[in-house]
């Protein structure tokens, strides 16, 4: 294709490019060139992708009407490439938190996590005026130790409306496995334990669901697939599965995702589309929506995702609940399947900030063994207040990015984060952030390298057994080359100095976390999946430094459009410092609670007892 080479862009140095609001570099609005297509038209699409004769050349012209060609392929830069987002520890002299020693359990963990909640008289005082709250893991555990209701009973409740939930006329497609026979176990040696007194910890009896593609016993990991388990046998539960269960909690079975991970909306062609709660015809989005489903609807406290490309703070900004990606390796990959070996990280969705800390306790540190001690890092914990919070933050904001949304994504985002700054007098400090467009293609096509030299390992025999949008997904995956992958990751080096500049400014950036709501599941995408990359780049509009950069970020629900959808904002920080993203997603909690609303589809695990 030499013939029609595209002329690409010459990147400037760093050190060049001005990041203040006066900047005059151009902001670049996604430039997806694809119709949506679901059932005759994707198979036909597909067909023609695959086709040695077409493929090629409409690969090639994809490519380049996306602009693959122009801002990564042909692109000059002289930046070298950085393959792993891997960061050195910096202490960061987070404030109002509390230090973990290392060496620690994760009953340890969880205990000091539990020191760092609001009192109790704070909550109660807090909540007064809340017209809906989700119940908690503190809330759970309180039931069970004053024997006002057992860890069984709240898994026969539990296995109850999941079971409804999987019928007409809901088919919400929350799992993909789930045992009754394994829960109940489970239910009946934590409800021992707390006869005895002897509970493990605040998370003993708590149901936590897990995306299926996360090693979790007595289940294979499918991946959302139908034939993974016949090639990989799960033989042990994944690292951070491994350390909630030794604190106790009832693991209920694998959540439903987009099939490899390798779409938006959470539409599975196999097992059904996850469906949001506070709509059952609008998407819960991907690829963990399972997991964001099921704690929005009540199932669960809290669930674990995994983030390649907002895969975790997507879902969980569509379904009102929080979602939490730490910094890349802050909980290891064991036991996680290697689709996107340097994006994809362990997450946590959760129904609140609280929840969503104690999770991250009880997950998060090296593997000791695997490690050696000159890089092992410190784990701060924000000490939690509705009282005070931590002062003279600055945030920082990039207007034309954050506008770069639906209407009113954009004023319920702005609104809030007007609210933010006037209660605690926190500031935002305008800037630029530099080719947001090319650094999504490069994450576009380093996730997509990564997952199609995972699927190549299994060779084609499975190519027919995969969804019709997850064959479209892999024979674009399969259409880059390593000259453009080493070009992505040169563009990763760039961003990632760029952040750093950032972020010797400010403590966060400050965004929208998607910038469209849930938007409708259509009939035609239930057989064969759909290809919507427009309603998808807007997904991911905000998601891709977290990623691409292994930044750690949370978003936090703070309204709903004029169809009662929900909308999040997203809080993304320096390495290492989750303590204060934390914070900051607990204060902005705090200030929307008011304002939260019951999902239309909700159970009530703890009603009346």
């Not at 994450?443 to 479209?472: N, P």
């Amino acid at each position: 294709m030499a013939l029609f080479k595209t002329r690409g862009v010459v990147y400037k140095p760093v050190k060049d490019v001005n990041l203040a609001s006066d900047s005059t570099e151009v902001y670049l609005q996604a430039n997806v060139k694809a119709p949506r297509m679901t059932g005759i038209l994707v198979k036909i699409f597909t067909w023609f992708l695959e086709s040695r004769i077409f493929g090629t050349l409409l690969l090639y012209i994809l490519k380049g009407n996306n602009l693959i060609h122009t801002l990564i392929t042909n692109a000059e830069l002289e930046e070298s490439p950085l393959y792993v987002p891997a960061h050195h520890f910096e202490d960061h002299k987070e404030q109002e938190v509390k230090s973990l020693d290392s060496g620690l359990t994760p009953q340890e963990q969880v205990q000091l996590a539990i020191e760092c909640l609001p009192t109790s008289s704070e909550k109660t005082k807090n909540e007064e005026n809340t017209s809906f709250s989700r119940w908690t893991i503190m809330d759970y555990y309180k039931a069970y130790s004053s024997e006002a209701i057992t860890p069984r009973a709240v898994a026969e409740r539990f296995i109850a409306a999941v079971d409804e939930s999987l019928k007409p006329p809901l088919s919400m497609g929350f799992f993909i496995n789930y045992s009754p026979e394994d829960i109940r176990r489970q239910a009946d040696e934590s409800t021992l334990r707390y006869q005895k007194g002897e509970p493990i910890s605040v998370l003993d009896g708590i149901p936590v669901a897990v995306k299926d593609e996360i090693d979790c016993l007595p289940y294979p990991t499918t991946g959302g697939t139908k034939w993974l388990q016949k090639e990989r046998s799960c033989i042990d539960d994944a690292c951070c599965v491994k350390r909630l269960r030794l604190c106790g909690a009832i693991l209920v079975g694998k959540t439903n995702m987009h099939e490899l991970g390798v779409g938006t909306s959470g539409i599975n062609p196999h097992y059904g589309a996850a469906r949001n709660p506070y709509d059952a015809n609008k998407i819960a989005g991907g690829s963990s929506g399972g997991s964001a489903a099921v704690v929005s609807a009540g199932l669960c406290p809290v669930a674990l995702g995994v983030d390649g490309g907002g895969s975790v703070r997507m879902p969980a900004a569509l379904c009102g609940v929080v979602g939490l990606k730490p910094t890349f390796d802050r909980v290891p990959h064991f036991g996680v399947l290697p689709l996107n070996w340097t994006v994809g990280m362990v997450g946590i969705l959760a129904g609140t900030v609280e929840d969503a800390l104690i999770t991250y306790a009880a997950i998060s540190g090296e593997i000791p063994s695997e490690q050696p001690s000159s890089i092992l890092t410190k784990i701060n914990l924000p000490l939690l207040s509705f009282s005070k919070s931590i002062r003279d933050i600055k945030l920082a904001k990039y207007d034309k990015w954050f506008d770069d949304c639906s209407d009113e994504v954009r004023l319920c985002c702005t609104q809030a984060l007007t609210e933010l700054q006037d209660y605690y007098g926190w500031k935002t400090i305008d800037v630029t952030l530099p080719d947001i467009e090319a650094m999504r293609l490069a994450h576009y096509l380093t996730i997509g390298s990564e997952c199609s030299t995972w699927f190549d390992s299994f060779g084609e025999k499975h190519v027919a057994e995969l969804g019709w949008d997850a064959r479209v997904a892999l024979s674009i995956y399969g259409a880059f080359s390593s000259k453009e992958y080493i070009k992505a990751q040169k563009l990763r080096n760039r961003q990632a100095k760029f952040h750093k500049k950032i972020f010797a400014e400010a403590d966060v950036i400050v965004s929208p976390t998607t910038g469209v709501t849930a938007y409708s599941i259509q009939d035609d995408a239930l057989q064969t999946g759909e290809l919507d990359y427009v309603n998808g780049a807007a997904l991911v509009r905000y998601s891709i430094s977290g990623n691409f950069l292994g930044l750690p970020a949370v978003t936090v629900a703070v309204g709903y459009d004029k169809l009662g959808l929900p909308i999040g904002l997203q809080f993304i920080g320096r390495p290492w410092a989750e303590a204060t993203l934390i914070h900051l997603a607990f204060s902005m909690q705090t200030i929307c609670l008011s304002k939260y609303r019951k999902p239309k589809i909700f159970y009530d695990l703890l009603r009346k007892y």
